[in-house]
């Protein structure tokens, strides 16, 4: 995927896309884990601490 005006730069990590979430996701996808998007498909993305159990969010 290119970068486009406005995106993340190519080498940048792209955040999860789980709105709580702090990680970065790993390179081609939107997610850091099965757990960000199982709540982000089940609408549960607005809550406001995250459970992923990688140390950007335990930190919270």
Request: aromatic share 4%; hydrophobic share 25%.
């Amino acid at each position: 995927m290119a970068a486009t005006p406005g995106s993340i730069g190519a080498g940048a990590p792209a955040k999860c896309a789980h709105s709580a979430c702090n990680c970065a996701a790993p390179k081609g996808q939107r997610f850091c884990s099965e757990y960000c998007e199982k709540l982000s498909r089940s609408g549960s993305a607005a809550h406001t601490d995250c459970d992923c159990g990688h140390p950007p969010c335990k930190k919270r």
